[in-house]
């Protein structure tokens, strides 16, 4: 059985982009392959340096994976900073990840861009956790042997540098020690846009968090920023932020009556925002409530993420035995 593999940076409540480019493509997937899905807390630890808060956003990330439909006893589920060997594994592959590698990265572009804007040196707030980060993730997926990682777009840079690592130390080594991993990306959820239409990010502020309050994602829908049309005009479904969101939680006839309307004129934005919020909502509903019970009593997080810790040290504590023999430090 091939592998799939994915986490998710406990960064407070994930929204919808992160639910629909990687949770909902790696739970469909766990149902035909053997998945190993976690909680990549190390990478959070870049950006949020506050213990309590970093403690909450890992239980919100759990019961997300669990609410979502995770089925623990089908799917491994854990914590990055439970597997130490992931740690291991990064200081490993270090030695076969060239500087260069790391200077392309778009994470770390981006911030160099957003320095030289502003008029700062290049190395202004980046951190080696930051500038290394394809690293760690590369560790993640290489310790288990993933073939398949389900991502959105923004994630797949990292992916090929991860297949890029593995096969540098392989061609060491002349032996297939570790898996190159593919990205698995889906076209139509591979870049969700957020409020503004900008691709949904947290870092810009246009998210819709996945497990809002009812009264909350309403306030949500209705600041998605739609054009300025007058209500008699006829509009145009395909090029509109509200309709982007609807299509992918709507049945096919919802949509195509939504579309009718839109195209027929005498449809205010209120309108549309509305049918959004319906059907969002009706979907997210029984998930949402089946998060707020996790959360209220985070007993069977704990389990889960206990017993998640173990089985997964037990497949990442073989393979770094064969690594450490491969490359003679045993
Ligand atoms: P993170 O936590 O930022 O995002 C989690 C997943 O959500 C996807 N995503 C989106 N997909 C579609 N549209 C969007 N607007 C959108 N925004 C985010 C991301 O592509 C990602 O798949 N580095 C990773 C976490 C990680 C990881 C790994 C992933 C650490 N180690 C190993 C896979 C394998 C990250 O920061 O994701």
Redesign the pocket.
């Known amino acids: 059985k091939k592998v799939v593999?994915?986490?998710?940076?406990p960064?407070g409540m994930?929204?919808l982009?992160?639910y629909?480019?990687?949770?909902k493509p790696a739970l469909k997937l766990a149902e035909k392959y053997e998945a190993r899905y976690?909680i990549?807390d190390y990478?959070s630890l870049n950006t949020v340096k506050d213990a309590d808060t970093l403690r909450d956003y890992i239980y919100e990330v759990a019961a997300v994976w669990l609410a979502s439909g995770l089925d623990p006893d089908r799917v491994l589920i854990y914590k990055?900073s439970a597997v130490p060997e992931t740690f291991e594994l990064t200081t490993l592959i270090n030695a076969f990840t060239s500087k260069g590698l790391m200077n392309r990265a778009h994470a770390y572009k981006a911030q160099v861009d957003v320095n030289r804007e502003k008029g700062k040196p290049d190395d202004h707030n980046i951190n080696m956790g930051l500038y290394t980060?394809p690293i760690?993730?590369a560790a993640?997926?290489l310790l288990f042997d993933?073939d398949l990682?389900?991502?959105?777009?923004?994630?797949v840079q990292?992916?090929e540098m991860a297949a890029d690592i593995a096969e540098a130390v392989n061609r060491n080594y002349k032996d297939q020690l570790l898996t190159i991993p593919q990205p698995y990306i889906d076209e139509s959820?591979?870049?969700?846009?957020?409020l503004d239409g900008r691709?949904?990010?947290k870092s810009y502020d246009n998210h819709i968090p996945l497990f809002c309050p009812e009264k909350k994602l309403k306030k949500f829908c209705n600041k998605i920023v739609t054009n300025s049309q007058a209500v008699e005009e006829p509009k145009d479904p395909e090029n509109c932020n509200v309709f982007a969101l609807y299509k992918l939680f709507a049945s096919e006839e919802q949509q195509k009556t939504l579309a009718e309307t839109y195209r027929a004129g005498g449809m205010g934005w209120g309108y549309a925002k509305g049918e959004l919020f319906n059907v969002l909502n009706e979907f997210i509903s029984p998930m949402r409530e089946r998060y707020n019970e996790l959360m209220n009593d985070k007993s069977y997080i704990d389990k889960v993420l206990t017993e998640g810790a173990e089985k997964a040290r037990e497949l990442a504590s073989a393979k770094m035995d064969r690594l450490r023999k491969a490359v003679g430090v045993i």
């Open positions: 593999l994915t986490g998710i940076k960064t994930p929204h982009g992160n629909l480019g990687a949770i976690f990549a990478h990055q980060y760690l993730m993640d997926i993933a990682v389900p991502v959105g777009k923004d994630q990292h992916i959820t591979m870049i969700i846009n957020g691709k949904m990010s």
